[in-house]
């Protein structure tokens, strides 16, 4: 029970985009509460090595305690029953609904009486029928969660502010492989490539020429970032790159992952969790998004970053994989464009 704290559950599902975009909202909820001992709900997927929001937000200190469930076997009776015990076990009666954007009813009722089952009294940010429509909606993912806590009256930052704090054991990490790659004098460049949704990724072949001509400038050095599985990509990507690209996908945890970000110059890579993390800790963007979702939303949060995304007609279709118009919006992004965008910043 935390020591006679008060346990706050916050319900967060997704993987490291989702999770960095709700940071500030998260760190709002505990002020509001403090001291208090903040507990996660959230989604884990075992048959995918998605990076997991229980495993990012307890390693950077954010959250007390997880509780995750598996969307594929949530249905299930006992995964539901062992779920609710969890729960009533900590006597949580506080949740704060922080479900991303676009959830259907048929959703936000199943999750409204399955909290009142777990004998939940105040449900924040739950409301059946959007009320969001009658508000002005905030074109960012993280004004969304903050002005949601406004709304149900709860204090929130004036500015926002991520604040990542990232530890000695992972600075000092970093510091043997800046040394060990010989990055001290160098200016370093950021590139995430991958994207676990087909639709979101720029070709591979227009990433490698980027590298090319960006590895070109004086004392410049590349780094691809990325989950494990992103790794044979990276692989790839730094054979061409003239020996001075160092595929680190899948080498490092998220601290460490921060603090190399914050070192970078720049940061370019596809709309990716990578992405959210570079702006978090302060690090310019340049971001390729496709048209599948509104513009603004899911852009790196803050001023300073530049983001190419191209209207056609079909966007805003919420695609997984696009075969029928053949990526043509991501595609549009022309690598001439990119590297122009690049050299504003290097």
């Known amino acids: 029970m935390g020591g006679g704290l008060s346990n706050i559950l916050v319900y967060r599902p997704g993987q490291l985009g989702d999770t960095v975009c709700a940071i500030p909202a998260i760190r709002a909820v505990r002020e509001n509460f403090e001291p208090c001992n903040l507990v996660l709900l959230s989604d884990t997927h075992r048959q995918q090595n998605y990076p997991k929001a229980s495993e990012i937000l307890l390693e950077f200190g954010l959250i007390d305690e997880a509780i995750t469930?598996?969307?594929?076997?949530?249905?299930?009776?006992?995964?539901?029953?062992?779920?609710?015990?969890?729960?009533?076990?900590?006597?949580?009666?506080?949740?704060?609904?922080?479900?991303?954007?676009?959830?259907?009813?048929?959703?936000?009722?199943?999750?409204?009486l399955f909290f009142?089952?777990?004998?939940?009294?105040?449900?924040?940010?739950?409301k059946l029928k959007d009320g969001e429509s009658n508000l002005q909606r905030p074109a960012h993912e993280t004004d969304r969660l903050l002005q949601m806590l406004k709304v149900a009256g709860f204090k929130t930052p004036s500015a926002v502010h991520f604040e990542l704090s990232i530890s000695a054991m992972a600075r000092a990490r970093v510091?043997?492989?800046?040394?060990?790659?010989?990055?001290?004098?160098?200016?370093v460049v950021a590139i995430g490539p991958g994207s676990k949704m087909p639709v979101k990724r720029w070709d591979e072949e227009r990433y490698r020429e980027l590298g090319i001509r960006v590895a070109a400038l004086k004392d410049m050095?590349?780094?691809?970032?990325?989950?494990?599985?992103?790794?044979?990509?990276?692989?790839?990507?730094?054979?061409?790159?003239?020996?001075?690209?160092?595929?680190l996908s899948g080498q490092t945890s998220y601290m460490e992952?921060?603090?190399?970000?914050?070192?970078?110059?720049?940061?370019?890579?596809?709309?990716?969790?990578a992405t959210h993390l570079a702006a978090a800790v302060g690090t310019p963007c340049v971001a390729i998004f496709s048209a599948r979702d509104l513009p603004g939303v899911w852009y790196p949060y803050g001023n300073g970053h530049t983001v190419f995304r191209k209207d056609v007609e079909c966007q805003g279709c919420m695609l997984y994989e696009c075969i029928h118009e053949k990526m043509k919006?991501?595609?549009s992004v022309t690598v001439d464009e990119v590297f122009s965008a690049c050299g504003r910043y290097l």
């Open 329 to 331: 919006c991501i595609r």
């Open 116 to 126: 009142k089952w777990c004998g939940i009294k105040n449900i924040y940010g739950l």
């Open 175 to 187: 510091d043997r492989l800046w040394h060990d790659l010989g990055l001290t004098k160098k200016t």
């Open 69 to 112: 469930y598996s969307p594929d076997t949530s249905f299930r009776l006992y995964e539901i029953l062992a779920l609710r015990r969890e729960i009533e076990r900590r006597g949580i009666s506080t949740v704060f609904y922080f479900a991303p954007s676009g959830r259907r009813f048929h959703q936000k009722l199943r999750d409204m």
């Open 257 to 273: 992952s921060a603090e190399v970000l914050k070192r970078c110059r720049l940061y370019v890579g596809n709309d990716n969790g």
């Open 221 to 247: 050095r590349l780094l691809v970032l990325g989950g494990t599985e992103d790794h044979p990509l990276g692989e790839r990507l730094c054979e061409v790159w003239n020996g001075r690209g160092y595929n």
